[in-house]
């Protein structure tokens, strides 16, 4: 497509519910990066794909929280058991490859939960 | 670990009127800087970033942004504001070439007329 695109834009759902969040970065970019928007902790890393390795998962704040990529391109945040405190806009983002200098964001899902 | 700091959380400007918006970073090297501008209801853009070499690096929409090693600065500045920069200015620090970074907490820019 011509930018990342997030689904939903935005989600409400009950506290001990699981979420999924969807991220369709653009096509050829091998590196895709979570980011977590909120209101006390502004922009924060979560979890960053490149190719076939590993991910870094090093900026997830709890085992609540997981992603996958499937086939090099889409990607998966899921929040299982949501607190109120995952409030917050969830960005994705993705690259050319793991050197390159700009990242291309999602507009990004809102998750609220109440 | 590296960190952001922007000072100001909010800065009303008149439309015409020069702007300039701080950032300090703390890091041990040289980092890779950059500033992402965030219009309401949207992603983040990257207005410009610095890696290396000339100091006063130029990016999109007649933004520019100063390195300064000495005082661990990287401010944004644009000569002349349009009620369309009104939005929200974000500094960050990566130290890698790739986009796992570091943010500041951001500065809302509102654009009187």
């Known amino acids: 497509g011509a930018g990342v695109s997030q689904s939903p834009s935005n989600k409400v759902t009950e506290k001990g519910k699981d979420v999924e969040l969807r991220c369709d970065p653009i096509?050829?970019?091998?590196?895709l990066y979570w980011y977590r928007q909120s209101l006390g902790q502004g922009l924060e890393f979560l979890i960053y794909?490149?190719?076939?390795?590993?991910?870094?998962k090093s900026g997830l704040p709890s085992d609540r929280f997981s992603a996958e990529r499937t086939g090099g391109s889409v990607s998966t945040l899921t929040i299982q058991r949501t607190q109120q405190e995952d409030s917050a806009v969830y960005l994705c983002?993705?690259?050319?490859?793991?050197?390159?200098?700009?990242?291309?964001f999602g507009q990004g899902t809102r998750l609220t939960v109440v | 670990a590296q960190s952001v700091t922007q000072p100001d959380i909010h800065i009303t400007v008149s439309e015409g009127a020069s702007l300039e918006l701080r950032c300090n970073y703390s890091?041990?090297?040289?980092?890779?800087l950059f500033w992402y501008v965030q219009s309401p209801g949207q992603g983040l853009q990257l207005l410009l970033k610095?890696?290396?070499?000339?100091?006063l690096v130029q990016g999109i929409k007649g933004f520019e942004a100063e390195f300064k090693r000495s005082q661990s600065s990287f401010n944004l500045r644009k000569p002349s504001v349009h009620w369309s920069d009104a939005a929200e200015y974000f500094c960050?620090?990566?130290?890698?070439?790739?986009?796992?970074?570091?943010f500041g907490g951001g500065t809302r820019v509102l654009v009187k007329p």
């Open positions: 983002a993705s690259s050319r490859s793991r050197t390159s200098t700009e990242a291309f």
């Open positions: 096509s050829g970019h091998t590196a």
């Open positions: 794909f490149q190719g076939n390795s590993a991910p870094d």
């Open positions: 890091y041990g090297a040289t980092p890779y």
């Open positions: 610095y890696f290396s070499g000339d100091t």
């Open positions: 960050a620090v990566g130290v890698t070439a790739g986009n796992k970074l570091t």
